[in-house]
Structures are given as structure tokens and as C-alpha cells.
């Protein structure tokens, strides 16, 4: 029998793989999850069952990630007259575990590079060999060095141009080589439905110095990017930080990121369970908002939806342990693959034909508070952003000179001040919305979501600002940009309260308002500039 021990779920879905094909009653194995609760007198009562057995322990960390287990393994290994190979699955040597291993000629050698190889193919043939040690026919013959399978790679390769907007997905090798790819697939197929030319590549990690040379390899030609968008499925940053003592990061360093010089959407992969995030009123746990939320976020990349959590396990009856793989949330899939299409065309758009709006914070809801920011003149902030914008090559119209200016002609044309607003502002306000087409969009909103929003205002277009079967919204167009104001979120007798509450439903008329920006204006990028306690 051949028992395999180790601390990565990985391991355990490239094994049920390769044991699939083998006959059982020849290559009988039990394997064990040692990351999750394992008693030590079931691993010890699996070796004192088979009559020559086989133990590998495949071990993150070394001996110190289940040293008095491994200690009782490799003894009860000897009682029986088999064999113990250990292996270390991280860059860090352990002589004391290797110490223990029991070992034909060349076998830890043999362990050792199959382990690190990886991959379904290699995996069965080193199956396969450690059948023929327990058979206690004599040693087998040496196994040949394992398929290679390399540190990165193409793993679906883009066709030829053909016009389409090309997008690339990154992700670990270590899926690639444990057959778990199925989320990288769901992506790539929706991103081909939404009619993008998707191309993948697999790497061990991708840190600055050497994200350079594989996005030089696989994403550019002739010192250029050759795609439009690139997803990363990749946890951490690429960015490498410059520190100064404990606490203080004085500068980031991220060269090939400015190289390729393309969007980067940060798609999460989560390590938890998708009912488990459903759930939960904070959505991802803390490891998963730490190693794919924060830590990309240093790079500029732009953080998506979770589109795979890890599956509930499933009881693999042949190995006697739970196999847990990731599973693709579809719905997430087709929203990161719409976003990075349309990131695609934004990068494909000549500035001059770009449309954006320029939306500032207005809280609490008073004309005085508009653009309202800590540490932040938003007004002007907001000019010397059309500035930039028309420098840039933008068609952007003749604009207030300065930040009181624009504030004047915002607050005259109309904001949501109720104190302040007019009839003749609501008649000619500068941005309008047909209550009929909002209402058209809200009955394809999920039941449970339109349910609440018309329990809490009832059905649209609700009690404020609408004029004439038409939602009213603050706004000033100069050329192809708008600047705007953000509706109120709420209103009523303690409309301070109402921001503050996380459970209350967006208002009718606040809803219209980002569907006109999209399907009105016809905005390609939307800046949200100011924010209550927040410099940005």
C-alpha cells in the first residue's frame, strides 16, 4: 500500500487523477490531508495494515509542519519493513527529515524530482513505481527523469489577429500541474463569448524582476504589449516595496507593470467556500482580502469580483480522504469577462472619441458640501483634471478656469439641496432620464434585489427628483466629459443615518443615475472624485 502524506490540497487533486486509470487492486493508496485535522493513530493504523508499505510525505515546511507524526510514521515504517520518503514541497532543505527517510538507491532523489515536477502524468508513473516497492519483489528499475513541465508557459495561446481585442489571463502553475484549471477555462470561454481573443500563461510567480521577462516572452512583440487587457488570477503584488524600518514603505518599484502598460484586473480566486462568502456580511475572509484584495492592490491593479471558491470537499472513497478543487462561479466569470471587454475597447478608443464623467461626493446632501473630501480641493481638483484630460488629446468643451467657478455653475444649474432646489432647476437639469427605461432595467434585476429596493422606496420612480416621467440629475457637460454630482443614497427624517446603514436599498433615483452614465452619456470611465473621510 502506498500512503501518501501531504499539506497541500493540490497534491490530493493531481493524485485522484492519476490513480483514476490504475487498476486498485495493484496500486492501492491511501492518502492524507495533513493541513486539516488528521489523528495519527489512523495514518499509523493504514502503514500496520499493509505488509510492505510506502510512505511519502510530501511537506511544506519540512518536518516542523507534523514533526511528532512524522517521527511515529517513519518508526512504524521500519516495524513493518517499508519504505519512508519524505520530501520538503518548499525551497527550504530539512536534513534533520530527510534523515528519516527508509529508501531504495535513489529513491529520494527519485521522490524528490517527481514531487517537484508535478503534473497527472508524472504523478501516475511515480504511482506506478511505488506499486513495485510494494510488491517486495526486489527494487524496481530506476524511473527516467519526470516529463518536464516548465516554470511558465503558454497555456492557450491566442489566434492569429483577427481584429478582436486581445486579452491575457495569468495564473499558477501550480493549478496547471494539478489538473485544476477549470476556473482558468470558465474564463477564458466567456471572455471568447464576449468576443475577446483570450490567450493564457502559467507561471511559478510573478515578482517585478521577473514579471519583465515573461511579459516580454508571452504578452509583447517588438518591445510593444500585444494584448489589451491583462486578468491576473495571481495573489500578492509584483510591485517590489522599498522599506524603511518596520513600519514605513518609502517607494514602489514596478517596471514590467509599466512596460506592458494595459489594464491589470485582479479576478479572486478565493481559498474559501462560495456559500461560505455568500454569507458573510464582509464578503472574503481576512487571508483572502489579504493576499488577493490588499497586496494587488499595490501594483494598480483593478480589483473584480471573486469568480472560483474551493468546492465543499468530496469524499474520494479510492484514496479514503476529501478532495477539494476550485469550482468557477459563472455568473462572476461572464461579469469579469464584460469588464475586461470593455477595458479592451477603452484602451482601443482614440482619446478624442472617449466619454467620461467626472462624478463628485456630495455628502451630507447640501449645496455647501458638494466635492466635500478630507485633505482634498476637489473643485480644483476636478479643473485641473479637465486640463490633463484635454492635454491628452480629449474632447473636452470650454470649462470654468477654476475651482469656485465650477462650483458657482454647478450649484446655479441644480444640485440636491432640497433647501435650495427650484422648479425651473428640476425643468432644465442637466441630466435627464426616462423613468419607462429605468423601470424597463430594474425588472431584469434579480427578484430578491428589486424586492428591496421597492419595499424601501416603493415603485419608481419614487418621491424625488422626477419631473414629468424623467429622473433629474446635476450636471454640466463640457465636450465628451460631464461633471456631476452623486445623488443622495437616502433621504427622509435622519438622511445622515441613512449613508451610515448598510442594509438600506439604494434609492430609484440614485440606481437611474448610474444607468444614465452608462446607457445616457454613454461614459466609458467614471472618476469619483471626493469622499466622506478620505483623501481620494
Not at 152 to 176: E, I, K, N, Q, S
Request: charged content about 20%; glycine content about 8%.
Amino acid at each position: 500500500m502506498l500512503v501518501f502524506l501531504t499539506t497541500a490540497d493540490t497534491d490530493l487533486l493531481a493524485l485522484h487523477a492519476a490513480v483514476e486509470p490504475l487498476p486498485s487492486e495493484a496500486h492501492p493508496v491511501r492518502a492524507f490531508n495533513l493541513s486539516r485535522a488528521v489523528e495519527t493513530e489512523e495514518v499509523l493504523a493504514r502503514i500496520r495494515s499493509a505488509e510492505r508499505p510506502v510512505v511519502v510525505a510530501h511537506l511544506l515546511g519540512g518536518l516542523r509542519a507534523w514533526r511528532e507524526g512524522i517521527l511515529a510514521v517513519a518508526a512504524a515504517v521500519r516495524e513493518r519493513d517499508g519504505w519512508f520518503l519524505p520530501a520538503v514541497a518548499d525551497a527550504q532543505p530539512d536534513p534533520e527529515l530527510l534523515s528519516l527517510a527508509r529508501a531504495p538507491a535513489g529513491g529520494l532523489e527519485t521522490v524528490a524530482a517527481y514531487l517537484a515536477a508535478g503534473g497527472v502524468e508524472n504523478l501516475r508513473e511515480f504511482v506506478r513505481w511505488c506499486g513495485a516497492l510494494c510488491s517486495g519483489e526486489g527494487e524496481p528499475s530506476p524511473l527516467p527523469p519526470p516529463a518536464s513541465v516548465p516554470e511558465d508557459g503558454l497555456y492557450r495561446g491566442a489566434a492569429p489577429d483577427d481584429g478582436r481585442a486581445r486579452v491575457a489571463v495569468l495564473f499558477y502553475r501550480a493549478h496547471l500541474i494539478a489538473g485544476n484549471t477549470g476556473f482558468v477555462d470558465a474564463i477564458l470561454d466567456a471572455l471568447d463569448r464576449h468576443g475577446c481573443a483570450p490567450v493564457a500563461v502559467y507561471c511559478q510567480s510573478l515578482k517585478d524582476r521577473t514579471a519583465g521577462e515573461l511579459f516580454a516572452r508571452y504578452l509583447m512583440r517588438d518591445g510593444q504589449p500585444a494584448i489589451d487587457c491583462c486578468i491576473s488570477t495571481l495573489s500578492f503584488a509584483m510591485a517590489q516595496v522599498t522599506t524603511r524600518g518596520p513600519d514605513i514603505a518609502e517607494g514602489l518599484s514596478a517596471d514590467a507593470l509599466a512596460a506592458l502598460d494595459v489594464p491589470v484586473l485582479q479576478a479572486l480566486v478565493s481559498t474559501a467556500p462560495r456559500d461560505a462568502w455568500s454569507a458573510s456580511s464582509q464578503g472574503l475572509g481576512p487571508l483572502d482580502t489579504a493576499m488577493v484584495v490588499a497586496m494587488p492592490e499595490f501594483d494598480g491593479r483593478i480589483i473584480t469580483v471573486p469568480v472560483s471558491f474551493k468546492r465543499q470537499p468530496e469524499y474520494d472513497a479510492r484514496l479514503g480522504t476529501a478532495i477539494t478543487r476550485y469550482e468557477p462561479d459563472m455568473e462572476r466569470v461572464d461579469l469579469l469577462a464584460r469588464m475586461a471587454a470593455r477595458w479592451a475597447a477603452l484602451r482601443r478608443t482614440p482619446n478624442a472619441e472617449k466619454r467620461v464623467a467626472i462624478v463628485l461626493h456630495n455628502y451630507p446632501t447640501k449645496a455647501a458640501r458638494i466635492g466635500n473630501a478630507v485633505g482634498l480641493d476637489t473643485p480644483a481638483s476636478a479643473v485641473r483634471l479637465l486640463s490633463a484630460l484635454r492635454w491628452r488629446g480629449y474632447a473636452v468643451g470650454p470649462a470654468p478656469e477654476d475651482g469656485d467657478a465650477l462650483m458657482r455653475a454647478l450649484v446655479a444649474q441644480m444640485t440636491y439641496d432640497e433647501e435650495l432646489l427650484t422648479e425651473g432647476q428640476l425643468a432644465f437639469a442637466g441630466g435627464r432620464w426616462p423613468v419607462e427605461r429605468y423601470g424597463d432595467w430594474l425588472v431584469t434585476l434579480p427578484e430578491r434585489v428589486r424586492g428591496k429596493v421597492e419595499e424601501t422606496w416603493r415603485e419608481p420612480p419614487g418621491t424625488v427628483y422626477a419631473r414629468r416621467g424623467q429622473f433629474v440629475f446635476s450636471a454640466l457637460r463640457f465636450g465628451n466629459v460631464f461633471v456631476t454630482v452623486q445623488p443622495p443614497r437616502g433621504f427622509g427624517e435622519n438622511p445622515v443615518a441613512i449613508y451610515h446603514d448598510p442594509d438600506l436599498a439604494p434609492t430609484h433615483h440614485y440606481l437611474a443615475f448610474y444607468q444614465w452614465l452608462r446607457d445616457g452619456v454613454g461614459a466609458q470611465a467614471i472618476v469619483h472624485l471626493g469622499k466622506h473621510g478620505c483623501p481620494h
